[in-house]
């Protein structure tokens, strides 16, 4: 038995079977037993978070980008759809002109932001980064390989504010499992950090890559076979029992179909048509909508489509929601690329109280309190997490 399988067996909050490398985010696993980065549990996912403050289930509001950049970098590369219109349908004409090839390549950077001092008034907050690298070949074999990234201040003023303390490069966050302190690591990764490619099973939301590939290209065709995906899809929940997306209503049935959306849109090895049907599929959605223009965490612009969501809590992963704030789902969308740049979590509300959790695998009582939480000095708007897919793109280029 390896450390991963091990992992496997100690979740005894989690409701549902993950992939290797989805267990590596979210737990911060390295091969070597040096202090590990801490981070919040991933949507993964990374991700991969919470109730989505204020969000109501409204009719379809997406605005108009009011005309075209004249950019066509991404994937649709030449011949793109101007930026007029509806954002999400103008992503999904330029997504399906998307070139193919050979091999699945994704390299997604999981964000974490930690409010690091003993104060709101005194305290700066700090970026932790991994990154999750992923080939898949012709054959739907898939190889994975994980990498820790440095932290670093989140912002100009968060960097005066660290440098002010003695640029230490080690220092010590709020963990919700807590009482104890976590690390983060400021200094750039040793040589080697990244771990040797290995084999790992390519399944999204129990979908093989086969299946993926298969998946309708009609909007509406694709959202029936989407409701009937099997699975824990409530983010609070006291059983593990698993059901099809036809059985959720309003916002609940909203989010599943936009957490596996979001999926065929990044990790997943989908073929450009289907693709462009989950954009197409996401902009029929109740209560979707743009709101403006942002950049992406490496400074791509993109537009705002935010989600009307209960919560941000990955899906599946816990019997609990882990956190006690409440936040704001939003994608940032390309749409001349045809591409979901990222996918961000905003606080609503900050950490307020405290709420117990299910017993940990040493059966002791445990309970999420708002003084060790991540974001417990954060402000509304300000970002609490965030999913940034750096590349997905097919590619006859294998693997290096």
Do not use: C
């Amino acid at each position: 038995m390896d450390e991963l399988d091990a992992l496997r067996q100690m979740r005894t909050a989690l409701a549902e079977e993950e992939p290797p490398e989805r267990i590596a985010l979210r737990t911060g696993w390295r091969p070597d037993a040096a202090p590990r980065r801490r981070r919040r549990n991933w949507r993964i996912p990374l991700v991969s978070v919470i109730a989505a403050g204020a969000a109501t289930v409204t009719a379809v509001s997406l605005i108009s980008s009011g005309g075209s950049s004249g950019r066509t970098s991404g994937p649709g590369g030449q011949g793109t759809v101007p930026l007029s219109g509806n954002v999400l349908l103008v992503a999904a004409s330029n997504a399906e002109k998307a070139p193919t090839g050979r091999y699945w390549h994704t390299e997604t950077v999981m964000g974490q932001i930690y409010g690091v001092g003993k104060s709101a008034a005194d305290h700066y907050k700090v970026d932790s980064r991994q990154r999750n690298v992923v080939w898949v070949g012709p054959d739907g074999s898939a190889n994975w390989a994980h990498v820790d990234l440095a932290g670093r201040p989140l912002t100009a003023e968060d960097m005066r504010r660290w440098r002010q303390a003695g640029s230490p490069q080690t220092v010590e966050v709020p963990n919700p499992e807590g009482p104890e302190q976590a690390v983060v690591f400021m200094n750039a990764p040793a040589p080697g950090n990244r771990l040797p490619m290995r084999p790992t099973d390519a399944e999204y939301f129990g979908m093989s890559v086969k299946q993926v590939a298969g998946l309708p290209t009609d909007p509406e065709a694709l959202e029936k076979a989407l409701l009937k995906l099997r699975g824990n899809w409530h983010a609070s929940s006291s059983s593990n029992r698993q059901e099809p997306i036809s059985a959720l209503r309003g916002e609940e049935r909203t989010r599943a179909l936009s957490e596996v959306a979001g999926t065929l849109l990044s990790r997943a090895p989908a073929p450009p048509r289907v693709r462009a049907a989950a954009f197409r599929m996401l902009a029929a959605l109740p209560g979707v909508k743009a709101e403006g223009t942002a950049a992406d965490p490496m400074g791509r612009p993109g537009t705002v489509i935010s989600l009307p969501l209960e919560t941000t809590v990955p899906l599946g992963l816990y019997t609990a929601p882990k956190q006690l704030g409440t936040y704001r789902r939003q994608w940032i969308v390309d749409p001349a690329g045809g591409r979901l740049l990222a996918i961000r979590d905003v606080v609503a509300t900050p950490p307020r109280g405290s709420r117990p959790l299910p017993p940990g695998d040493n059966g002791r009582p445990r309970a999420l309190k708002a003084e060790n939480m991540p974001d417990r000095f954060h402000r509304p708007g300000e970002l609490a997490s965030y999913e940034l897919f750096e590349v997905a793109e097919w590619t006859d280029t294998p693997p290096k």
